[in-house]
T-cell receptor, first 114, second 114 residues
């Protein structure tokens, strides 16, 4: 059972470069989320999606874009990376709230911007 | 908007002692509450969740949490700490409104002293 898979697992970028993080889930979940985790800050929601073709801003959306063209995939893009975006990024997915399940997480992507 | 506050970014207990990790929530509607655990270099794993069926919730690895509406709290406890409990613990809230998303606290790192 794959669950939630994130690629890549590690990446080093130079300031100003762009990249896309891919999240794939095989649980037929409606909702998908991107979080970043920084020491002492917990997990902060970047963007999320409640269904294919829809996205919404979370707590810290600036500098990131997302797309949900297919139900199973949620892409996080950095158009022009900055050192402040050095972080560990987690993708998660869940069913709709009325089905009341928790979010399932990927293993994370460690991104360093130099 | 919903939020959670975790009191204490670091908690140290002796092996065999009671574990108490504190979480207070803020929500204008009845919340769904979760505790997650993160071991080093891993993703997040669900410990337990509150779903309004019972105020005392039992989870994995001997953990439990009690929902107290009057105190807006959802503290996590374990009667006897084990060395393997050393990890970071996150409280999270999800609400049944149009702005359905999962918000995490800043986390509490649990240290177990031999």
């Amino acid at each position: 059972n794959a669950g939630v898979t994130q690629t890549p697992k590690f990446r080093v970028l130079k300031t100003g470069q762009s990249m896309t993080l891919l999240c794939a889930q095989d649980m037929n979940h409606e909702y998908m989320y991107w979080y970043r985790q920084d020491p002492g800050m917990g997990l902060r929601l970047i963007h999320y999606s409640v269904g294919e073709g829809t996205t919404a801003k979370g707590e810290v959306p600036d500098g990131y874009n997302v797309s949900r063209l297919k139900k199973q995939n949620f892409l996080l893009g950095l158009e022009s990376a900055a050192p402040s975006q050095t972080s560990v990024y987690f993708c998660a997915s869940s069913l709709r709230l009325r089905e009341n399940t928790e979010a399932f997480f990927g293993q994370g992507t460690r991104l360093t911007v130099v | 908007a919903q939020s959670v506050t975790q009191l204490g970014s670091h908690v140290s207990v002796s092996e065999g002692a009671l574990v108490l990790l504190r979480c207070n929530y803020s929500s204008s509607v009845p919340p769904y509450l979760f505790w997650y655990v993160q071991y080093p270099n891993q993703g997040l794993q669900l410990l337990l969740r509150y779903t309004s069926v019972a105020t005392l919730v039992k989870g994995i690895n001997g953990f439990e949490a009690e929902f107290k509406k009057s105190e807006t709290s959802f503290h996590l406890t374990k009667p006897s700490a084990h060395m393997s409990d050393a990890a970071e613990y996150f409280c999270a809230v999800r609400t049944a409104n149009r702005d359905d998303k999962i918000i995490f606290g800043k986390g509490t790192r649990l240290h177990i002293l031999p």
